[in-house]
């Protein structure tokens, strides 16, 4: 059975910071392409973090130089850390695993391509 279990969400001021965790069970992590995805009520899932098996990653426009992510293979576990969080960064985050080729291939945008999600953890941001 695979299970993803995210954690660490919170509420901050703008300007702080918050991590989020994912472990993962049940499938050969080191072999996944391992994301992070937020959405708002009433909107789309949308990517904002990547990372690859090897520890490239890719990420949206809108987090760079604020959000970063790591992944620690022998604890089957990836980290988003998020610095000068803003109120637009308010969502439900969930961490998502996909076959590595979806990193590779340019594809960690697409939430479709992903197999397994975690259920989701809330990052509010407040002015």
């Known amino acids: 059975q695979v299970q993803l279990v995210e954690s660490g969400g919170g509420s901050v001021q703008a300007g702080g910071s918050l991590t989020l965790s994912c472990v993962v069970s049940?499938?050969?992590?080191?072999?996944?392409?391992m994301a992070w995805f937020r959405q708002a009520p009433g909107e789309e899932r949308e990517g904002v973090i990547a990372?690859?098996?090897?520890?490239?990653?890719y990420s949206t426009d809108s987090v760079k130089g604020r959000f970063t992510i790591s992944r620690d293979n022998a604890k089957n576990t990836v980290v988003l850390s998020m610095n000068n969080l803003k109120p637009e960064d308010t969502s439900i985050y969930h961490c998502g695993a996909a076959s590595a080729i979806v990193c590779y291939a340019g594809s960690w945008r697409e939430s479709v391509r992903y197999n397994y999600w975690g259920q989701g953890t809330q990052v509010t941001v407040s002015s």
């Open positions: 049940g499938v050969r992590f080191e072999h996944y392409c």
């Open positions: 990372i690859n098996g090897d520890d490239t990653t």
